[in-house]
């Protein structure tokens, strides 16, 4: 059961340390009489541990990054719970939650994970795009080369760097900022990443793509930070000996890359500004799942 450590017995001082998760979720009376339930009850005492919580993205707007205090033996599931209760006040993100990844440490987290002293936990939404790096380029020539930029990508002079004379084909994918989304004008787009998870997962994918394609080369530069109509905001190279291949890489590259890599984007349009609705999350990496959405009592959410 998602919440059973709470049903132990817990002192005063941990029903504060219980109530700060709710000073951490926007603190409202709500929250602490949840906070308050959940420490009543016989059983044993828990030793209690610090953990950081890391939002992004649209749950930024509702929860606050703050080191907060819980029980030991707390999984991610147990955080979760308790987030969802809270969030039940906030329709628009409760009915995200089962949809989020959870990251311990800038890796994926299942929800049977057990939560240490010290952990970075990182409430993930769906992504919208993907990037690599830390700013630490690999050099022109290189089998792989992945960077995250606030400049402009040059991409014709990456192009041109990437092919070799063993190559059959360079396959190049451009993405940039439209004008428009669903007939709402577009004025600029910001994208912001959990960086150091990314450049992790951004690597494992380019090589995976080498291993699992058989192509020569795979070229990944990210913008982040704010950016106009016709700027490029991912470019994408693959290199092979064979085009087959490469169309099937760089395909692949793109659509894994927009459903595990942890960036968001931002839209800002001449009527008003959201959070980009992002891919689902493959079903191995949802931490959420079993988190129940429950409507808000209409009285208590007005």
């Not at 029903?15 to 929250?31: G, I, W, Y």
């Not at 451009?174 to 994208?191: E, H, P, S």
Request: hydrophobic fraction near 45%; proline fraction near 4%.
């Amino acid at each position: 059961m998602a919440m059973r450590w709470f049903q132990r017995e817990i002192d005063a001082k941990t029903r504060s340390r219980v109530a700060q998760f709710a000073d951490a979720t926007h603190s409202c009376a709500a929250m602490r009489q949840i906070a308050d339930f959940y420490v009543q009850g016989l059983g044993i005492l828990l030793k209690n541990m610090r953990i950081e919580l890391l939002p992004f993205g649209v749950l930024k707007d509702v929860v606050k990054t703050a080191a907060i205090e819980l029980p030991s033996e707390t999984t991610v599931a147990d955080l979760l719970a308790l987030l969802g209760d809270h969030l039940r006040l906030e329709p628009a993100a409760a009915q995200l939650l089962p949809r989020i990844a959870v990251s311990v440490n800038a890796e994926y987290a299942q929800g049977s994970h057990r939560l240490q002293e010290g952990d970075l936990v990182g409430l993930l939404p769906p992504v919208s795009g993907g990037l690599d790096g830390t700013g630490d380029a690999s050099s022109p020539g290189d089998a792989i080369v992945t960077a995250l930029t606030r400049e402009p990508i040059a991409a014709d002079a990456l192009v041109a760097a990437a092919k070799q004379g063993s190559d059959g084909a360079v396959i190049v994918f451009d993405g940039i900022v439209r004008d428009n989304t669903r007939g709402r004008r577009t004025i600029y787009l910001d994208y912001e990443s959990y960086e150091e998870m990314a450049s992790k997962q951004m690597a494992e994918l380019a090589q995976q793509a080498v291993e699992r394609f058989g192509v020569r080369g795979i070229t990944i530069i990210h913008r982040l930070g704010r950016l106009f109509v016709g700027e490029t905001s991912v470019l994408i190279i693959v290199a092979s000996a064979h085009r087959a291949a490469a169309y099937e890489a760089s395909r692949w590259l793109i659509d894994t890359l927009k459903k595990t890599v942890p960036i968001w984007k931002k839209e800002t349009f001449v009527d008003g500004a959201v959070w980009a609705d992002g891919d689902p999350f493959p079903p191995e990496l949802l931490a959420g799942a079993s988190i129940p959405f429950v409507e808000a009592d209409r009285d208590q959410s007005q």
